[in-house]
C-alpha cells in the first residue's frame, strides 16, 4: 500500500536521451516535489506544485519538465539527457507547510 | 535564507553506545526542523520533526532530538546503538516559504553512521 510510488527505480540510458518518471501519491496531499540527490548524497528540491500549479521551480535546466496531470501525480521528463544528470530522483509529496514530507523510494538515473 | 550545517560527515560507533549526530540551523523565523535516514537504495524515512511544541522530541526507532533555539542546534542522539541503525541520516528544515504551500525543505549534507559490532 505505497504512499508514494516512482517509476521506474532504475534506469540506465545513453546522452542525448529522452526520458520520464513517474510518480504517484495516494496520501491526498495538495504539494508535491520532486528532489535531487546527487553522487555525494546532497539532497536539492528542484520543483514543487501545490494542486497541480508550479510554485517552487529551483535554477534547474529547461531540459527539465515537469507535469502534474492531478494533484496525485507529479511526472519528470527530462530532455537531451547529459552526463551529470547521473542522480537519484525523488518524488515527495506534503499536506502543506511545516508537515511531514513523504517521499518515495527513489529513481535511479545512470546516464552513459 | 534558511540553511543546515551537520557536523560531521561519518560518525562510527560500537553497537550499544550512544549515539550522537549533530545539526545546527539558520533561519529568520521559528523553524520546522526534521530529521531523516535513509538506508542503502532506500527512500528517505522520517525519524521525528519539531514543529514548536515539546523540546524534546521523541521518534521512530528509539530516536529523540533536542531543540535548542540559543544553540541554534536540534541533534539526533540514541542511547544505544544496534547494527541496523547503519545509515545515512539527514536533518533538514522547513523553508518559510512565501504565498501557497510551499514548505519545501532544505537538507544538511548528511551524515554515515556506521556501527562496529
Known amino acids: 500500500d505505497t504512499a508514494v510510488s516512482q517509476t521506474p527505480k532504475y534506469l540506465v540510458t545513453q546522452m542525448g536521451n529522452d526520458k520520464s518518471i513517474k510518480c504517484e501519491q495516494n496520501?491526498?496531499?495538495?504539494?508535491m516535489y520532486w528532489y535531487k540527490q546527487d553522487s555525494k548524497k546532497f539532497l536539492k528540491i528542484m520543483f514543487s506544485?501545490?494542486?497541480?500549479?508550479?510554485?517552487i521551480n529551483e535554477t534547474v535546466p529547461n531540459r527539465f519538465s515537469p507535469k502534474s496531470p492531478d494533484k496525485a501525480h507529479l511526472n519528470l521528463h527530462i530532455n537531451s539527457l547529459e552526463l551529470g544528470d547521473s542522480a537519484v530522483y525523488f518524488c515527495?509529496?506534503?499536506?502543506?507547510?511545516?508537515?511531514?514530507?513523504?517521499f518515495g523510494e527513489g529513481s535511479w538515473l545512470t546516464v552513459v | 535564507a534558511q540553511s543546515v550545517t551537520q557536523l560531521g560527515s561519518h560518525v562510527s560507533v560500537s553497537e550499544g553506545a550512544l549515539v550522537l549526530l549533530r545539526c545546527n540551523y539558520s533561519?529568520?523565523?521559528?523553524?520546522?526542523l526534521f530529521w531523516y535516514v535513509q538506508y542503502p537504495n532506500q527512500g528517505l524515512q522520517l525519524l521525528l520533526k519539531?514543529?514548536?511544541?515539546?523540546?524534546l522530541v521523541k521518534g521512530i526507532n528509539g530516536f529523540e532530538a533536542e531543540f535548542k533555539k540559543s544553540e541554534t542546534s536540534f541533534h539526533l542522539t540514541k542511547p544505544s546503538a544496534h547494527m541496523s541503525d547503519a545509515a545515512e541520516y539527514f536533518c533538514?528544515?522547513?523553508?518559510?516559504?512565501?504565498?501557497?504551500?510551499?514548505?519545501?525543505?532544505?537538507f544538511g549534507q548528511g551524515t554515515t553512521l556506521q556501527v562496529k559490532p
Open positions: 533538514a528544515v522547513s523553508d518559510e516559504g512565501g504565498s501557497g504551500n510551499t514548505g519545501k525543505l532544505i
Open positions: 496520501l491526498g496531499h495538495d504539494t
Open positions: 533561519s529568520s523565523v521559528p523553524p520546522y
Open positions: 519539531y514543529t514548536s511544541a515539546a523540546t
Open positions: 506544485y501545490n494542486n497541480k500549479e508550479l510554485i
Open positions: 515527495a509529496s506534503s499536506p502543506g507547510q511545516g508537515n511531514t514530507i513523504y
